[in-house]
């Protein structure tokens, strides 16, 4: 099923060998750097008062940022002091493109070569199919994501410049486009309320959607694209993203604009009406922020987010969510089914068995987890049903997108988010091949036999 079986080989202090596959290193280094993240924040510098945050809220805010998700039980603005924003900041950077990018591009600054192991745990953490030119790809990632975030952070602060004046409208401008570009979703504008004070403005809207987009794509995509022009070339994995992505947000800019026209858009001029419509199309794939009020939406609104939510961003990209890719090939797979075909076609090229396997267990491995966290905080949570399986959706996405539960969570309910967040950066596939025993190939192929389904 195209799964990576190399092992990275670890020296531990006390001279023993260990073994750790591709996907073991990438949950354990981000299990390490969210547990760092999370005594940081817990210093008395990181808080606005001055006061020690306890464990558990230092932990999810932490693991909501190495996860991208923007969730959070204290708000970013009022309780954090500049401090603790930097580190928050820090992390999502960090989450977003990959803790191996980030070291890679140490590796890269010191002279140091990048080995076979390192190129095997950076093919993992970036979703691409081949180990060849997986250096060069970061390299390109770093220069974009620099260039891009510093070329909206200074669109962003200049219009900040007109609220909050100089210097802080650096910092917000900065802030935000990090934020925005690595799907984060978190904001420093207090009072959980996200750019709801933003909602009919063109520069914010459309500056934000833009990183979210980029943001979401996957770098593999955006490489692709840059190219385009020299190449006059996109893989079908290309094509797949850009259809699919094109194709969810136009939709749930439409289902959006009509389910909410009479209703929380009602008061709003047709241009914030357009603009609302298409940034919550945008938002839950899977960025978190809000330019309206998410608990105020009709209830068949807010299950077309829950679904956005599910489905996602692009495979090698900042976002999570089950991916466009697997989205679209199980549809495809649906389609050809139901013609009669045995190979799973698009744009005249055939898509192997294992590719279509891989695809219907990370959403039924979704699904399960959805199921279970949902039954978890039905029980220990006393709000609606919707409302916790919005949340629990919005944390496997990493979209921080809210209903309100979250600041109002139990302390179970809490590492219950976590868990799920964790698992939503990682992949529910990743975590599956780093605890499941591996098992030896063999040659043995037993009798086909068939049995009655549907």
């Known amino acids: 099923m195209g799964i990576r079986r190399k092992m990275v080989r670890v020296d531990t202090k006390k001279g023993f060998p260990l073994k750790l596959s591709p996907p ?162 978190f904001d420093l504008l207090g009072g959980f309320r996200s750019l709801t004070g933003y909602v009919s403005d063109p520069v914010v809207n459309l500056s934000v959607t833009t990183l979210i987009i980029l943001g979401g794509l996957g770098f593999a995509t955006v490489m692709e694209l840059y190219n385009y022009p020299r190449t006059r070339r996109l893989s079908v994995h ?55 009020d998410i608990g105020h939406l009709n209830a068949a609104t807010q299950f077309l987010i829950i679904i956005l939510m599910f489905i996602g961003a692009s495979p090698g990209s900042t976002g999570g969510g089950i991916k466009t890719t697997t989205f679209a090939l199980l549809g495809i797979t649906l ?48 709000s609606n049903f919707l409302a916790i399986l919005f949340e629990t959706v919005s944390a496997f996405g990493t979209v921080g997108l809210s209903m309100g539960l979250t600041p109002e969570l139990t302390p179970l309910g809490r590492v219950a988010i976590i868990f799920t967040m964790f698992a939503g950066r990682l992949g529910p596939l990743t975590l599956a091949y780093a605890f499941a025993q591996r098992r030896r190939k063999t040659t043995i192929r037993y009798p086909e036999e068939k049995i009655m389904v549907g």
């Open 24 to 185: 073991q290193v990438l949950v354990l280094g981000f299990a390490t750097l969210i547990l760092v993240g999370a005594l940081v924040l817990m210093l008395p510098v990181s808080s606005r008062s001055g006061q020690v945050t306890d464990f558990l809220t230092a932990l999810f805010t932490a693991t909501s940022a190495v996860c991208v998700t923007g969730l959070v039980v204290v708000d970013t603005g009022t309780y954090w002091s500049t401090f603790g924003q930097a580190v928050i900041l820090a992390l999502i950077q960090i989450g977003g493109l990959g803790f191996m990018s980030m070291a890679t591009f140490f590796f890269i600054l010191m002279g140091r070569r990048i080995g076979l192991k390192e190129r095997l745990i950076i093919q993992e953490s970036l979703n691409q199919l081949r180990v060849a030119g997986v250096v060069r790809l970061v390299r390109a990632v770093l220069l974009f994501t620099v260039l891009t975030e510093g070329f909206f952070a200074v669109i962003l602060s200049l219009r900040f410049y007109f609220d909050y004046g100089f210097p802080r409208c650096l910092w917000l401008g900065l802030f935000h486009a990090v934020s925005a570009f690595n799907n984060a979703g």
């Open 238 to 292: 290309s094509k797949l993203v850009l259809r699919v992505t094109g194709g969810l947000i136009l939709c749930g800019t439409l289902l959006f604009g009509l389910l909410e026209w009479g209703h929380i858009l009602r008061d709003l001029p047709l241009s914030g009406k357009i603009f609302a419509s298409y940034f919550q199309a945008v938002t839950p794939r899977t960025a978190g922020f809000n330019t309206v």
């Open 335 to 382: 389609w050809s089914l139901s013609e009669g075909k045995e190979d799973v076609e698009v744009f005249r090229r055939r898509i192997p068995p294992w590719q279509v396997y891989k695809a219907l267990s990370v959403a039924l491995w979704a699904i399960l987890l959805i199921i279970m966290i949902t039954l978890l905080l039905s029980i220990t949570e006393s």
